[in-house]
């Protein structure tokens, strides 16, 4: 099947211990729209290693995904899977067991907040770039906490989200062209993420000033199968 991939890393840099985490991702476009990303992320402060499997259709909107998390020790896990209508949520956790989740969906989610790095970049690609200003996204968390400590579980979520504009960011692998976005989240939309992604949103940069740390791209290999 024809496709195109990318792997790389991001390290998660603490605005006073340095070095708090880490990403590796594998993201793999294919010919026929699908998007397909594959993560580890590891956040040593906080203990959180989680693994996710998270497929989309050509706008980024959600189709399928897992999430292996193990929080402290705990482990849960789960599988998402979204119809016109409904999301369905198939869990086993360390503190409810088994559950069995079909959640009404009041319009399509235009993105499922999962909590890798990669995600954040997209839960911005339902933004309609020709209207502009501040536009409400809606969709779907697997947790409503900022690092994604608790669930995974679907829970309906939206987010305020402002396009800053086109800015070339220096890198660990040298200068990038990149989408800045702002996503608002908290209590009455007080906390606020900065958002830089490339023209398929994919990932550049983030800062969260809540969380005191830079999230930044360290390593990044491309290439492209052809089918003869």
Not at 195 to 201: K, Q, R, S
Request: hydrophobic content about 35%.
């Amino acid at each position: 099947m024809e496709h195109r991939s990318s792997r790389g890393k991001i390290l998660y840099r603490g605005d006073q211990f340095g070095e708090r985490g880490r990403e590796w991702f594998h993201r793999t476009d294919y010919a026929d729209g699908t998007h397909l990303f594959r993560t580890i992320s590891e956040i040593d402060d906080s203990q959180i290693r989680r693994d996710v499997i998270y497929a989309t259709d050509a706008h980024f909107r959600p189709r399928e995904c897992y999430q292996r998390l193990v929080v402290r020790g705990n482990l849960s896990t789960a599988w998402f899977t979204f119809e016109q209508d409904y999301v369905r949520c198939e869990g086993q956790y360390f503190d409810l067991g088994r559950v069995s989740q079909q959640l009404a969906l009041p319009q399509p989610p235009s993105y499922l907040a999962c909590h890798p790095l990669v995600g954040d970049c997209l839960v911005v690609a339902g933004y309609d770039f020709a209207r502009g200003g501040r536009q409400v996204l809606h969709g779907v968390t697997t947790s409503p906490t900022v690092n994604g400590s608790t669930g995974p579980i679907a829970t309906l979520t939206n987010h305020p989200v402002e396009y800053v504009g086109w800015e070339t960011v220096e890198t660990a692998i040298g200068p990038m062209g990149a989408h800045h976005f702002r996503i608002f989240y908290g209590p009455g939309n007080a906390h606020w993420e900065e958002v830089w992604c490339g023209a398929d949103f994919s990932f550049v940069r983030v800062r969260n000033d809540e969380l005191a740390t830079t999230y930044e791209l360290v390593e990044l290999e491309q290439w492209s199968h052809h089918l003869p």
